[in-house]
Each structure stands twice: as structure tokens, then as C-alpha cells.
């Protein structure tokens, strides 16, 4: 007669606690292998670059998350910061974004020069339309400059070369007659740092955009000198461009990602909602609320199309400005490098259209 091991457990005599676990196991391999209906695919991520908040609010519409409706679950959005457009461009070339805010500027040498196949998705910013305020150019108050003429033999400050910022800056020195390199200097100031360099002598004129531009003029002894569109007319100075690869792989992902964009869009531009907009610009760009109180996404404010619709046709008249001014070895077209069909199926579901 065998005798049985103590040390042996008698698997055919299981504690309940065993027995409970094998058949919570029992049960989730048989779900496992048990069709339930088809897997729900993970949201595309999409990479968007952005500049300097507010004058490019785009990452602010993904921060209420409870008013959109596809954020999650077709897509998300990892928001990437640069300096100028310019820069941003580089970052879509190597294939690091898959829609970014581009300025005007930057758009022409893509078409040119990048050997980039980019589309025309849908409007950021537009400068000075629609009774709204734009960039400024400014001089300290006792500069002694009050035309454009005395900006010979000056340094003046932009945020990045190539920018909207820059070529607006050219065209209307060129209609006084200067010329960079020959009679001025161009340099790069980060837009945040401007009123500091200003007041510090280190350059004789500053672009300024709100917020840094109602500050400017709080804290006193500055001039406005010029502004993009007395030499441009109006500017369609910021749109949203996607890598038509990505347009053509991900395009139901970029229509709910522009509905979004609307959905949220309407509620920043709501009066009603302007205290708690504030708040959100504030804690995501750490300053103050205040900064922003009163103004912001408002007529002192950049203009931003509610249904953000971008304007193709001041879009081709400031190209048309890029390449008078020699930046651009031909005139580009822009109508071939535009695609407003997932913009309009997003405003369809709106009931925009």
C-alpha cells in the first residue's frame, strides 16, 4: 500500500481559494478566444506644432477635454512648441509633425524649396481682420524714430527669420526705400523677451503680439511705429497644414480632429466663457491670468475664423508679398496646395455648411 507524501498536495482535493483562482483562469482564456465584436483601434496620435500662446491657440482647444467628442478615442494630440514657422517646417520635413501652424512665409519656401508635399487644412490666425488686433512694430518713445526712414542703420528684432513676422517687417521697410543687410540688421528675439531688449537698448525696434504688446504699452514709453498690413493689407498670417501622406493615411482622424477643433474654437470665442478661457491660457502658459483678462479672444485678439476657414485668398496676395520681395525665385500657387474637403466634411456634421 502506497503511502501518501505529506509535502504532496492532493490536486483533486483543492482548497476553494485554488479552486476559485483556476476558474477565474478558465474563464478569461475562454473569453480570450471567444469573439465579442471587433477591437476598437487606438487613436492616432496626432504630432502638432505650435507657437507662442495666444497667437496660436492650438493646443488650448484639446485642454477642456469635455467638450470635445473624439479626443481619445480616434485621436490625440501631442502638442510640440516652436519659436517661428520656420523652424516648424524643418521638424515637417523630417517627418517629426504631422500638422503644424505654418505663417505664410514659411509655406512658399515649402512649396519651393522643401520638396514637401503639404496641404492647406485650415485657418490659426489672421492679422488685423476683422476690426481684430494684429502684430505691432515699436520703437522706445525716446528713440527719436518716428518714420520708417529712421530705422536706417538700426537693429530690429523678429522671433525667427523667415517668419510671417519677418517678411511683413521687410515689405514695409521696402516701401521706404531700406533694405535689409544694407541698411539695417535683422535680429532673433524670442517674442516673450522683446520688451526687455527694447528697453535695454540692445535693439532699436521690437514686434510685439498681444499679450507682450498690451503689456508694453501698460508699462509705458513705447511708440507703435508700423503694422504688417499697411504694407500687406490684410494677412491670413497663420494656417494649419498636414503632410498630405498623413491627410491621405489618417484622414477620418484629422476630420474628427478639425471638428474638435471648431467645437472648442466656438467655446474660447464665447464672451460667456472668456473668465474661465483666460484661466486655461494662464496655467498653460504660467503667466497670469490677468495678462489675458478682458482681451484675449476678443477684438484684441488675433482674428480666428469660428468655422476656421482659412482666407485662400489673402493667403496668395501675402505670398504674392514674399516673393516681390525676392524670398520666393518664383510666384507660387497656392490654390494647388490647399485641401478644404476634411474641413468641410467636419463643419458638415456641425451644421455649418
Known amino acids: 500500500m502506497s503511502r501518501r507524501d ?9 482548497d476553494p481559494s485554488r479552486r476559485d483562482l483556476l ?10 478566444v471567444v469573439p465579442t465584436g471587433p477591437a476598437r483601434a487606438a487613436p492616432v496620435t496626432i504630432r502638432l506644432g505650435y507657437g507662442e500662446v495666444p497667437g496660436d491657440i492650438s493646443p488650448l482647444l484639446f485642454e477642456k477635454t469635455e467638450i470635445l467628442r473624439h479626443y481619445g478615442r480616434s485621436y ?51 492679422w488685423s481682420s476683422k476690426g481684430h488686433q494684429g502684430p505691432e512694430y515699436l520703437v522706445r518713445a525716446d ?41 539695417f540688421t535683422v535680429v532673433e528675439v524670442r517674442l516673450p523677451a522683446m ?21 508694453m504699452e501698460r508699462n509705458g514709453g513705447v511708440r507703435r511705429l508700423f503694422r504688417p498690413e ?15 501622406e498623413f491627410l491621405r493615411e489618417q484622414r477620418a482622424a484629422v476630420v474628427d480632429f478639425l471638428e474638435d477643433s471648431i467645437r472648442a474654437l466656438r467655446w474660447f470665442l464665447d ?30 485678439d488675433f482674428y480666428r475664423d469660428p468655422e476656421k476657414t482659412p482666407d485662400i485668398a489673402a493667403l496668395q496676395r501675402n505670398l504674392d508679398t514674399v516673393h516681390d520681395l525676392g524670398v520666393l525665385r518664383r510666384r507660387v500657387e497656392v490654390a494647388p496646395h490647399v485641401d478644404l474637403a476634411p474641413l468641410a466634411e467636419a463643419k458638415a456634421r456641425l451644421g455649418t455648411n
Open 195 to 215: 520688451e526687455a531688449t527694447l528697453r535695454e537698448k540692445k535693439v532699436d525696434l521690437v514686434t510685439a503680439t498681444p499679450p507682450f504688446l498690451q503689456t
Open 271 to 300: 464672451p460667456a466663457n472668456q473668465t474661465e478661457a483666460a484661466e486655461i491660457t494662464a496655467r498653460f502658459t504660467k503667466r497670469p491670468a490677468s495678462v489675458y483678462q478682458g482681451w484675449v479672444f476678443g477684438r484684441g
Open 6 to 14: 505529506p509535502n504532496r498536495r492532493d490536486l483533486n482535493r483543492r
Open 76 to 126: 490625440t494630440v501631442e502638442p510640440i512648441y516652436f519659436q517661428g514657422t520656420s523652424v516648424a517646417l524643418q521638424a515637417m520635413a523630417a517627418r517629426e509633425l504631422d500638422v503644424s501652424y505654418i505663417a505664410f512665409s514659411s509655406l512658399g519656401l515649402a512649396i519651393l524649396n522643401g520638396g514637401l508635399d503639404l496641404k492647406v487644412i485650415a485657418d490659426v490666425a489672421g
Open 23 to 32: 476558474h477565474g483562469t478558465a474563464l478569461a482564456l475562454a473569453a480570450a
Open 143 to 183: 528713440s527719436g524714430i518716428a518714420t520708417l526712414a529712421d530705422l536706417r542703420g538700426k537693429v530690429l528684432a523678429t522671433s525667427a527669420r523667415g517668419s510671417g513676422f519677418h517678411y511683413a517687417m521687410l515689405a514695409n521697410l521696402k516701401k521706404a526705400g531700406l533694405v535689409e543687410k544694407t541698411d
Open 230 to 244: 499697411d504694407a500687406m493689407g490684410e494677412v491670413q498670417s497663420l494656417v494649419h497644414v498636414a503632410r498630405a
